[in-house]
């Protein structure tokens, strides 16, 4: 299990997938993403662009753990992104957000076959004046530091390049 | 003294008091918090659920450089935070925000045991809309540098996980 | 070619200073600031007041490509900074932004001597709530990552101290 972070467009989802495009294919490509408005859909549309056969694309704006766990034993599995899925819990008055990500841990834990998860890094700026944007944050940070526990490997991306936080260095 | 940089919920405290922890007891906790809003009693809260004894708390949310000085000697000590204190001497009228910056400076170069700060990188977002932020960030920019200058190790904690910028890798 | 990333009040400026200045003079800055106001007035004094001769400077608001591609052969040339750049042709209505990216990595592709371009690093806060903001993180950080990818050295400063992305560590 690798767990990619990255700031806004700074290639993590292109670094994400080339270490999924690397083993044998067919390749689980798990999109968090919900298009509520036009630059959603165009942003989910550019990042869909890239990917070609033999990608097998799941939606999973919630319940990602349980998608995680479907997947077929072995499968590559590319999970792109864990702030959007946070995001969309976090907005979902029904939701439960601890038992999703206790649900989310044990899957990653258990998965049998390579799983890379792709996630923003939103910490590293001034406090936010919003308080949504402040849990958000805080939730954010929790849920990295529990994953990097369990990954094999941390690799943080900035500019498309990646510096190893956790993990064989090559 | 090790400054440990880190963002928000990047598991910087916990990594730093490992660091003091590492060392012999009993350890001086120097903290900068002030409670007023119930958000912020939370979160210290949630900071001192995690120590327990042979930890010792001296509150310094202003007068920082005068709070180190007094430690006893040899005796390993945790601050956190700069950013806490900043904002403090930075919200405070009457401060004197360059005297009391000289002051940490002097304390923790002439500091004879085991320092650990702990500080909050805020530069990596968009420039804040709002003045007071882009100062304060300005400022804990600088600060950072300067307290960079004359560590001895410098850390950057993400997801948990330490990168080494300054120091011994090991 | 060298790009050098980092937040605010990093030190970035300053390390990339000491990078050309290791070299034989003369050299040239490439001055992307504006002073529209004081507060950007006062940051380019505070900028220009850490330079002595043998610097020459070039001021490049916009047309920054054509700025580094009219360097004498062989002069070691600082851009300071990409995302002042940005900001200036985003806010000019007549700029045609893709040209313009497009003329400075032509001109950072067939740069003969030493360049050292410098550039904030925005992407790691949540996510702006002004649309031009989380604009402006998109085209940045598409900026960096298709400089990155032709640069021969990149380094992120965080308190001064460099980390290096890509290229000899040494």
């Not at 670094?15 to 390749?27: F, K, Q, T």
């Not at 165009?42 to 799941?58: G, L, M, N």
């Amino acid at each position: 299990m690798t767990l990619v972070l990255g700031g806004a467009r700074s290639g993590k989802s292109r670094y994400a997938e080339g270490l999924i495009a690397a083993l044998p294919g067919p390749w689980l490509y798990v999109a968090t993403a919900q298009a509520w408005d036009d630059e959603m859909r165009e942003r989910i549309a550019h990042h869909r662009d890239r990917r070609a056969a033999p990608w097998e694309t799941v939606e999973a704006p919630r319940a990602l753990g349980e998608a995680i766990r479907q997947a077929p034993a072995g499968r590559p599995v590319l999970v792109d992104c864990l702030t959007l899925w946070l995001t969309n819990v976090m907005l979902d008055e029904m939701a439960d957000l601890p038992g999703e990500a206790e649900a989310l841990l044990a899957s990653c834990a258990a998965a049998a076959g390579p799983l890379v998860l792709v996630s923003n890094e939103v910490g590293f700026g001034i406090v936010p004046e919003n308080a949504l944007a402040r849990r958000f944050r805080d939730e954010a940070g929790r849920l990295h530091q529990r994953l990097a526990t369990i990954a094999d490997r941390v690799v943080l991306v900035v500019a498309g390049l990646p510096m190893i936080l956790k993990g064989d260095p090559a």
